[in-house]
């Protein structure tokens, strides 16, 4: 059953426990009322039974008498007590009310009840004169007179009590039953209609669109607040979504860039191997250069596959060995070494004071050798590389500019992520294949800092790092 069919049959439920309540109520009310009255005409026989109208009624009357005080109503009282007299199969009056002025009409008492009910004295009602009201009526035997007298009041106070109770009522259930059905339409328009316009939207986005979204709804009330979150967490599955599809297009681009990268080196290698086998390397020179240039395709080969086992660790969030470490000697080291690798590149180190923080020493060497490496192979032979160190409002920075031609704003802006090339060309001798400074970004993150990369066509290329001295959180203290 739908939330809109249970709301409807619980105000259908309510609707029944009003009308059972409204007839209790009424029955209960009519029920006291009439005990009321009952207790009134109990209290009424004492003084009945000493009045002088009714003494002299007791005296035996013939039967013209008798026919007389049948047609002839008797003496009025100024209350709305009706007396009577059973003689025969008739009740005569003996007293009649006219409280209620001249209009008053005597009730209409069967004899052969009001003798049946004279010994038990339990009060009746029997109806009045024509359109009158009905009449409470109480019968006993006079003892003296040996004589059924019947006491009768008008109802028309219960009757009118009861029709002002039924009328309240019957508004009251009506005013109720409105504000059920306006607080049912305010449920339905703030409550289920947002549910059903999200059940819509969650139906369409499992069809595939994950662009739609949930309608916007009152942020006060909690379909709104679940629309507004169900939109927020619609928005991120979409970004994720788009990065996983962007990260699979990118690694569809590295496979195609390593496949072109190992496959060079594999078929040197092997064309070399044939060539020896075949005898085309007889001579000791011929056998050198061939070793050589075979030496020098499985170092650059193993280079990229260290590479890919770095980022593989980096993915399996492997722990770092955090010690004390000195980058400012970290980076004097770093730039003896890319001194002895290309001699011919100037290379200066504007190193300061002795920056120890807590970091892992191995990463942090292939951070600095990894920026080295990269401004090496973008910027020309001869082009002057700065690496700098220095200490920045409670940040350990280091800096490494080269004077190089410098990147466009899209490659600069894409430089960090992962198996991105900025040279498309796919030359094993310029454009790398794409994975140091994803490496730096990776270490760097791991260490709780961060890397920034600033260029410009025409006036180079400069990377900084932050580090914190104090080393990562725990949470950051792993590779990935």
């Avoid at 439920?13 to 009310?29: D, F, K, R, S, W």
């Avoid at 005898?279 to 050198?288: F, K, R």
């Amino acid at each position: 059953m739908s939330l809109r069919a249970r709301l409807l049959a619980g105000i259908a439920v309510i609707a029944v426990v009003l009308g059972v309540v409204t007839v209790a109520i009424t029955q209960i009310t009519e029920r006291n009322l009439l005990r009321q009255v009952d207790t009134q005409l109990q209290q009424a026989i004492a003084p009945i039974r000493d009045a002088d109208d009714l003494g002299r009624s007791r005296t035996p009357p013939d039967s013209g008498a008798s026919q007389a005080g049948h047609d002839e109503p008797g003496p009025s009282s100024l209350s709305s007590l009706f007396v009577g007299r059973v003689e025969g199969d008739e009740v005569a009056v003996v007293l009649t009310p006219n409280l209620g002025g001249s209009d008053a009409h005597p009730p209409e008492i069967d004899a052969e009840q009001a003798l049946a009910n004279a010994p038990t004295r339990q009060p009746f009602t029997v109806d009045g004169h024509d359109e009158s009201a009905a009449y409470r009526v109480l019968s006993y035997r006079d003892g003296p007179s040996d004589t059924v007298i019947t006491l009768a009041m008008p109802l028309d106070s219960v009757e009118a009590a009861v029709t002002d109770l039924i009328r309240v009522e019957t508004l009251g259930v009506l005013v109720i039953l409105a504000a059920l059905a306006a607080l049912a339409w305010w449920v339905i328009r703030l409550g289920i209609r947002p549910v059903k316009a999200m059940t819509h939207a969650a139906t369409t986005i499992a069809e595939g669109d994950l662009s739609h979204r949930v309608p916007d709804a009152d942020p006060r009330t909690e379909a709104g607040e679940l629309g507004a979150a169900l939109n927020v967490m619609m928005a991120r599955i979409e970004s994720s979504f788009d990065e996983q599809q962007r990260a699979q297009a990118r690694l569809r681009d590295f496979v195609a860039d390593a496949s072109h990268e190992l496959r060079t080196p594999v078929a040197t290698i092997r064309g070399y191997s044939e060539l020896y086998r075949a005898g085309g390397l007889g001579t000791p020179d011929s056998l050198d250069d061939a070793m050589a240039r075979t030496e020098a395709e499985a170092v650059r080969m193993g280079s990229m596959v260290e590479d890919l086992l770095t980022l593989a660790r980096a993915d399996q969030d492997r722990p770092l060995e955090l010690a004390e470490v000195d980058l400012a000697a970290l980076a004097r080291d770093a730039v003896a070494d890319a001194t002895a690798v290309d001699p011919g590149r100037p290379v200066t180190a504007e190193i300061g004071e002795p920056l120890v923080l807590r970091g892992d020493q191995a990463r942090l060497r292939q951070v600095i050798a990894n920026l080295l490496t990269n401004a090496r192979v973008h910027t020309p032979p001869g082009t002057p590389v700065t690496v700098t160190t220095a200490r920045d409002d409670g940040w350990a920075m280091l800096t490494v500019r080269d004077e190089g031609p410098g990147m466009a704003h899209e490659a600069a802006t894409r430089a960090f992520e992962r198996f991105y090339r900025a040279d498309p060309s796919r030359s094993r001798h310029s454009g790398g294949s794409g994975l140091g400074l994803s490496i730096v970004e990776a270490m760097v993150r791991a260490h709780g800092g961060t890397a920034t990369l600033d260029s410009t066509p025409g006036k180079g290329t400069t990377v900084s790092i932050r580090l914190p001295f104090d080393g990562p959180s725990d949470s950051q203290q792993t590779l990935g």
